[in-house]
């Protein structure tokens, strides 16, 4: 995946949270829901994006790794 899949995990998973939020403040069903995978989503993205760019040869280069 490139680093734009990861940058969009990760702006999908703030735009799930704010809707958990937004549920949890109005006590409506499926808050909880929302707020989990927000959370999930979140993670994917930050991982995949660590992944991808400690795995990249120019910051290996650059770090002298």
Not at 39 to 65: F, I, Q, S
């Amino acid at each position: 995946m490139k680093i734009k899949h990861f940058l969009a995990l990760l702006f999908l998973g703030f735009c799930v949270d704010f809707v958990g939020a937004l549920f949890k403040i109005q006590h409506w069903a499926g808050a909880d829901l929302l707020l989990i995978s927000g959370m999930a989503l979140k993670a994917l993205g930050v991982v995949g994006l660590l992944l991808k760019l400690l795995t990249h040869p120019k910051l290996r280069e650059y770090l002298n790794w």
